[in-house]
């Protein structure tokens, strides 16, 4: 392949910053890919409005908060220690590898995003926030709002 873009949302965004810094250890074509990010969980998960208020009361997130607690995933991106964790080896990363351009990701986040903090880290590209847009148009967008793919596409 001439070029490589890996592309991930909200979770698989942390989960895809983790991979490339494991990636580093070699010289691969992870390295060298373009790295897109649809607004990823960098930051944890943090529920507003409307969403953040049920997943307070809700009797459904009583009921998934015990399964949610058991699984690996839910944990890591809860953690502050696992995130820090990954900011810190992708900081590392990028000294040691200025050129593997995976390193820096291109990222954007709905204006009214009401799932993650749209939060970037230093060095990446954050785009201007899709106006009118929440975590769910952002992440999986329905064929009347097709910016993501450009955003892809747009280098």
């Given amino acids: 392949y001439s070029r490589l873009v890996v592309v991930g949302h909200s979770e698989g ?3 895809i910053r983790k991979a490339v810094v494991i990636a580093e250890k070699e010289s691969n074509p992870i390295s060298k890919a373009k ?12 529920p507003a409005g409307f969403k953040g208020m049920l997943t307070q009361l809700s009797p459904a997130s009583w009921i998934a908060l015990p399964f949610l607690g058991g699984s ?3 944990r890591d991106m809860a953690s502050v220690e696992f995130r820090n964790d ?12 200025p050129e593997h351009t995976a390193l820096w990701a291109k990222m954007i986040f ?3 995003e009401d799932v993650v903090e ?3 880290w230093s060095g990446d590209n954050l785009v201007p926030e899709a106006e ?3 975590h769910l148009s952002i992440c999986k967008p329905k064929s009347k709002y097709d910016p993501p793919i450009t955003f892809i596409t747009e280098g």
């Fill in 132 to 134: 009118g847009q929440n």
């Fill in 35 to 46: 790295l897109v990010l649809f607004a990823p969980a960098i930051s944890g998960v943090n």
């Fill in 72 to 74: 690996r995933a839910y």
């Fill in 13 to 15: 965004g942390l989960v």
């Fill in 118 to 120: 749209p939060v970037k």
């Fill in 110 to 112: 709905g204006s009214d």
């Fill in 86 to 97: 990954v900011i810190d080896d992708t900081l590392r990363a990028r000294e040691a590898h």
